[in-house]
């Protein structure tokens, strides 16, 4: 097993057989912190990276895989699907496995059936889960999916309703999450009942919201608790560059209840990769949010990560993926296009950036104006 060993500030981490764990080692005046190199890490245990979701009795890995982009054709993929991207994501989906991520997130309008071109994500979600099984009965896959809170749908059956058919698309008799996509401009309060009826009912094990505010998060949950369910998370846009969540109150709302907040767009998008540069900005719809301007302010902070990723032996992606773990109630669900990609994100697992550096990263970030997150969250 390799070690890689620094001298910088008070915390280090010490490798004994496969598992890594925080000590404080002094070495005359200096301290000593040694990081395991990704490698180490690559592959977890089953049991010593997940986390309950919120009150539930539910664990999940600590980190999850977004499948937004699996089968889109309207904002993902340059407008195309296609064989080759298909058998990127199937790649994506194993390599998740079998480094041990095993906690999924799709929705209902992934994919949608009303872009020319699309398929569902939830489709080839459950594809991938059926090839997998085919292969190794025992693999494990936690899936989440979402309701979508259109106009036209009312009342709590809508919801039951919807589960269904993500069911039959997944090819699943029951999900581990399901969650309302957004908030509806009426009806909540049946949503909410809807979820309960679908605890109730055995189609799934915990239940969530998604791009809720503090109030609506307090309404939600305490619809729940009279019906002795926990509502377990709240899916909302929260990375470094984007940290609405810590300043609107859902952040310390989700802490207080012991609701999980899973994050979207934990590397904004890509951005945070380090990937793109004022030259090279990303192209499509994400190209008007992250402008060339925004990206040359953005420089400091992309090159502060990557300096302590170095330290670390982990690459930029990596750096900012933990800086959400660390904070330990956040699950953040990064979408893997391809193998590299979700073997990429399984090395922000196993190991903790310190306090200084996190507050430090947040700091830096906060020079940054963010950029505009999703209209939902504004309902």
Not at 75 to 80: A, K, L, S, T
Not at 339 to 362: M, P
Request: charged residues 25%; hydrophobic residues 35%; positive net charge.
């Amino acid at each position: 097993m390799a070690l890689h060993v620094s001298v910088s500030n008070p915390s280090f981490l010490t490798v004994s057989g496969n598992n890594l764990k925080r000590a404080n080692y002094q070495h005359g005046k200096q301290t000593i912190r040694a990081v395991a190199s990704s490698e180490d890490v690559s592959t977890l245990s089953k049991d010593e990276d997940k986390i309950k979701l919120g009150g539930s009795d539910l664990k999940v890995t600590k980190l999850g895989i977004g499948a937004w982009s699996w089968g889109d054709t309207s904002y993902w993929n340059n407008f195309e699907w296609d064989d080759r991207k298909l058998k990127a994501a199937k790649s994506a989906f194993d390599t998740s496995l079998d480094s041990g991520i095993t906690f999924f997130d799709t929705a209902e309008v992934y994919g949608s059936s009303f872009t020319f071109g699309a398929i569902s994500s939830e489709t080839l979600l459950g594809r991938f889960i059926k090839e997998r099984k085919e292969k190794d009965q025992t693999a494990e896959v936690a899936v989440a999916t979402k309701f979508a809170a259109l106009p036209w749908r009312l009342g709590r059956k809508s919801v039951v309703a919807a589960l269904k058919d993500s069911l039959s698309r997944l090819g699943l008799s029951s999900v581990e999450l399901y969650q309302l996509h957004w908030p509806g401009i009426w009806g909540n309060e049946g949503y909410i009942n809807g979820l309960g009826d679908a605890v109730e009912q055995g189609l799934v094990k915990a239940v969530g919201v998604s791009n809720y505010s503090e109030k609506r998060l307090r309404d939600a949950h305490k619809q729940l608790q009279k019906r002795g369910i926990p509502l377990a998370s709240n899916q909302v846009n929260y990375s470094l560059i984007y940290r609405f969540p810590e300043e609107n109150g859902v952040k310390a709302t989700c802490d207080e209840l012991g609701i999980t907040l899973i994050a979207y767009s934990p590397i904004a998008q890509g951005v945070l990769t380090g990937k793109y540069t004022p030259e090279n900005p990303p192209k499509g719809p994400r190209g008007r949010i992250y402008t060339p301007e925004f990206l040359t302010k953005l420089q400091p902070l992309l090159n502060r990560i990557k300096e302590i990723g170095q330290t670390y032996n982990k690459t930029p992606t990596q750096v900012v993926l933990n800086w959400l773990v660390s904070q330990n109630n956040v699950v953040p669900i990064p979408g893997a296009k391809n193998a590299e990609q979700a073997k990429e994100f399984s090395g922000s697992l196993g190991w903790r950036l310190t306090d200084e550096e996190i507050t430090e990263l947040r700091s830096l970030a906060s020079e940054t104006k963010p950029v505009v997150g999703f209209p939902v969250e504004k309902l």
